[in-house]
């Protein structure tokens, strides 16, 4: 085979081979690659600025598409600008999206891998270490993340989730329309929310925003109260039950109301999480929190909401 044969396969848009070592062996093919002629346009892979001369050059290698059972290595001629702004930088070349030593195709095989099987699967498929299916997985979403079209954010939903007694809380907004969550950050605090808007949407997107659903978190509605100016807070119906039940324990546990007359005033229209919490074979100390946050069966999501929650709420406390 000839090195423009090799050239077509290889297929590196405006980059020919110009040698290539075949090990029968080792199963490695290794193709030296350079600029075709007419590709002489250097862009500095630090702010983008075009140049039309080059600093200097030197060779770098990266791991590329295997070809049938040959393991490929492609070496690159990459060129250096003296750019007024980042000095003396390397090139930007679409085929090496990091300083990692694979090429573009290549992570985006295991990006692309990852999405089906686990990291160890992939790892042992490439031959890789599994860090460094971590690693290449994390820079092919980013990569996915910066050019695919992003739906506009019309309802959108704030939850917290508990990581642990290290992460403690991270925020999670989410697109409720597609079901997409789109951006994490750590602890619940309102400078969390406040984050969200600030750096990932413009104001015209702030503005767009419809609603919200959100639990009863303060600093949650006090933050979108703040940025998202046309937008109505929906609590989710779990948590208005759960801060529910919370006052009914809190007003037993104080011993302001009788247990079996709670009991009866809720029997008329009562969900499953509050039977639970005014359960009497339950022993009256265990903490109000540990009950109410307790799932609700899927045949509870159905019940209206209203009259329900009057019930509840309507003790005379
Ligand atoms: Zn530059």
Same mark, same amino acid.
């Given at each position: 085979m000839r090195d423009n044969e090799f050239t077509r396969i290889l297929d590196w848009p405006g980059y020919r081979v110009f040698r290539h070592e075949i090990d029968e062996t080792a199963k490695t093919l290794r193709l030296w690659v350079r600029r075709k002629r007419g590709n002489r346009k250097l862009i500095c892979s630090g702010c983008g600025r075009k140049f039309g001369d080059a600093h200097d050059?030197?060779?770098?290698?990266?791991?590329?598409? &295997?070809?049938?059972?040959y393991r490929t290595t492609v070496i690159i001629e990459l060129y250096r600008?003296?750019? /007024?702004?980042?000095?003396?930088?390397?090139?930007?070349?679409?085929?090496?999206?990091?300083?990692? &030593?694979?090429?573009?195709?290549?992570?985006?095989?295991? $990006?692309?891998?990852?999405?089906?099987? +686990?990291?160890?699967?992939?790892?042992?498929?490439?031959?890789?270490?599994?860090?460094?299916?971590?690693? *290449?997985?994390?820079?092919?979403?980013?990569?996915?993340?910066? =050019?695919?079209?992003?739906?506009?954010?019309?309802?959108?939903?704030?939850?917290?989730?508990? !990581?642990?007694?290290?992460?403690? !809380? *991270?925020?999670?907004? +989410?697109?409720?329309?597609t079901g997409e969550p789109l951006w994490f950050g750590q602890d619940r605090k309102q400078e969390t929310l406040d984050e969200f !808007?600030? =750096?990932?949407? +413009?104001? =015209?997107?702030?503005? @767009? *925003?419809?609603?919200?659903?959100?639990?009863?978190?303060? /600093? !949650?509605?006090?933050? *979108?109260?703040?940025?998202a100016v046309n937008c109505r807070i929906v609590y989710d119906k779990f948590h208005v039950l759960q801060h529910a039940n919370k006052a009914i324990d809190e007003v037993r546990e104080g011993g302001v109301l009788p247990q079996r007359w709670a009991h009866a005033r809720?029997?008329? $229209?009562?969900?499953?999480?509050?039977?639970?919490?005014?359960?009497?074979?339950? &022993?009256?100390? =265990?903490?109000?929190?540990? @009950?109410?946050?307790? &799932?609700? +069966?899927?045949?509870?999501?159905s019940l209206p909401l209203k009259g329900k929650l009057g019930a509840l709420v309507d003790l005379p406390l």
């Open positions: 050059y030197y060779q770098r290698e990266v791991r590329d598409l &295997p070809w049938r059972k600008v003296c750019c /007024p702004e980042c000095g003396v930088r390397v090139e930007k070349v679409p085929q090496l999206p990091s300083k990692a &030593p694979f090429s573009k195709d290549f992570e985006d095989a295991v $990006g692309l891998a990852c999405e089906s099987a +686990s990291v160890r699967q992939v790892a042992r498929q490439f031959g890789l270490a599994a860090s460094t299916v971590r690693a *290449i997985d994390l820079r092919y979403l980013k990569r996915w993340s910066a =050019t695919r079209r992003k739906d506009r954010l019309e309802q959108m939903g704030v939850d917290e989730i508990y !990581f642990g007694k290290q992460m403690k !809380f *991270i925020t999670v907004v +989410s697109n409720l329309e !808007f600030r =750096t990932q949407l +413009s104001e =015209t997107q702030r503005k @767009r *925003i419809a609603a919200a659903c959100v639990d009863m978190w303060r /600093p !949650f509605t006090n933050s *979108i109260a703040q940025w809720c029997s008329e $229209g009562q969900t499953l999480a509050a039977v639970d919490a005014l359960d009497e074979s339950r &022993p009256a100390k =265990t903490p109000a929190a540990k @009950r109410a946050v307790r &799932p609700q +069966s899927a045949g509870d999501e």
